[in-house]
């Protein structure tokens, strides 16, 4: 009798189990209903990610992945970098996003004229660029005074909020060459132009105390090396005291003054 019950009883939990299984695969009650973000960055627009994710309303929260997530907001948030998804059973979704930093102001210049444009119409937006080289626009204000501000100029199309504009190779090699210039020879950084077509950047720097300025042409194709020799032996050959505009180093047997 012991093992007749017994067995029953195992046969009334197995199909309890499949009943329960059942109905939470098919039940139209566990499925999302509901994404809750999680704010790690002023920035991050919450209307933005729950209009990215709106594909997910509906599914069941199992068969929802962390990847999926990741994807549906790159697609619309490029400078997002990694995310976090929380399933609160039965219809809800926490998602907490991570964005790129913030390494420098962006100024749109005309490629013609050279002079400063408004991005937007309205001057409550600000301009970035993160750290990766995407093109970032936000209404809220941001900690930007110790970010460089980046003139970009010669671009083909009008750069749009979402577009990639630098490589991070390129930012890097702009920012060593900055170092090198203000630990060798005492040179401040007071503005910098990138020109996207040609792939160079030019360095208007200060020396010391002196109000003097002079623009340095420098280019992707050639080391940060070969561009402080080229300046160096200049200095030492004709002085920095002849120079009233720029100093162009990016050719390879000559360097260029006026």
């Not at 991570?98 to 001057?123: F, K, N, Y």
Request: net charge negative; aromatic share 10%.
């Amino acid at each position: 009798m012991r093992v007749y019950l017994l067995r029953w009883m195992l046969v009334g939990i197995c199909a309890a189990g499949v009943v329960v299984f059942a109905y939470l695969l098919f039940s139209p009650v566990v499925r999302v209903h509901e994404i809750s973000v999680v704010r790690t960055d002023p920035r991050l627009d919450i209307g933005q990610v729950q209009t990215a994710l709106a594909p997910l309303f509906g599914r069941h929260p199992f068969f929802v992945s962390r990847l999926e997530v990741y994807q549906l907001l790159k697609s619309r948030m490029p400078d997002i970098t990694l995310v976090q998804v929380e399933k609160a059973y039965p219809d809800t979704l926490r998602v907490t996003p991570q964005l790129e930093p913030l390494v420098a102001r962006i100024t749109i210049v005309s490629p013609d004229e050279e002079q400063r444009e408004p991005v937007t119409a309205s001057g409550a937006w600000s301009n970035f660029m993160s750290a990766q080289g995407w093109y970032v626009q936000t209404a809220t204000p941001q900690e930007a005074n110790d970010l460089p501000e980046l003139r970009i100029v010669d671009w083909g199309a009008r750069p749009v909020p979402g577009d990639h504009l630098l490589p991070p190779p390129f930012l890097e090699r702009m920012q060593a060459t900055e170092r090198a210039l203000e630990t060798q020879f005492g040179h401040t950084t007071v503005l910098r132009s990138v020109y996207m077509r040609g792939q160079e950047f030019h360095l208007l720097v200060q020396e010391g105390s002196s109000e003097k300025r002079i623009s340095l042409w420098c280019d992707t194709r050639t080391s940060v090396e070969e561009h402080i020799l080229r300046y160096r032996l200049f200095l030492q050959t004709i002085g920095i005291e002849a120079v009233e505009e720029y100093i162009d180093l990016r050719l390879v047997d000559r360097v260029v003054y006026k």
